[in-house]
């Protein structure tokens, strides 16, 4: 599907509700460019235990972004999907990691980690075109985003989603690890200070406990339609 007149689309939600794999099925049919935020709190908090800087090193944290983080994104040439770069490394592996999952929501909750990121998304969506998803995209980044989506889904099945995620990469962790690391993470995401996950005013809640992946898809297109 190509349309001639470009919006932004922001999709927000809780973990494990599928925003990537949306996002991404997305910009793919909507020939938009892809922008998967939260890999890059993922390689913040990469490098932070990379380098042993403990979260409450606020001056060590603000030394990194301003002169030792370099986040961009690639595409495998064989798999066709997106990569990450962390100076100059592809850290998209290990940035899934159980390590990182288990910090991740911590590190952005530092202000000044969300500034320095929030202000390169912006970025990227000057000209338009772009499918992101997040925390805090239809509230903070694009809150004049044309299109506001809010994914959710139903605890258990999030958790049965991550699990089986996780065996096919071949991380080991059980059903209650998986399940105890998700309800963590929503908990931090919605009671941080700084951003806190929650629902744009004129965001669409989504619900896909029971949707599949296609059924998502056509539903999203129907309301870019509608807006196009």
Known sequence: MLMTKKIIITIDGFSSCGKSTLAKDLAKKLNYRYIDT???????????????????????????????????????KITGKQITILNDENVESEIRSPAVADQVSAVSAIKNVRVF???????????????MDGRDIGTVVFPQAELKLFLTADE????????AELQGNGIVLSLEEVLSNLQKRDYMDSNREESPLRKADD??????????????VNWVLTQVESLI
């Not at 979260?55 to 944290?61: F, G, K, V």
């Not at 202000?119 to 499918?131: F, H, P, Y």
């Not at 258990?156 to 699990?163: E, L, P, T």
């Not at 965001?203 to 998502?216: F, G, M, R, W, Y």
Request: proline fraction near 0%; charge should be negative.
């Open 203 to 216: 965001a669409i809640v989504l619900d896909n406990s029971h949707l599949t992946q296609e059924e998502q």
């Open 117 to 131: 990121l929030v202000k390169q998304q912006q970025a990227l969506g000057l000209e338009k075109g772009i499918v």
């Open 156 to 163: 258990q099945i999030r958790a049965q989603r991550r699990f």
């Open 38 to 76: 939260g890999a890059m709190y993922r390689a913040v908090t990469l490098y932070l235990l990379r380098k042993g800087i403990a979260l409450s090193d606020l001056e060590a944290i603000d030394k990194a972004l301003a002169s030792e983080i370099k986040i961009d994104f690639d595409y495998d």
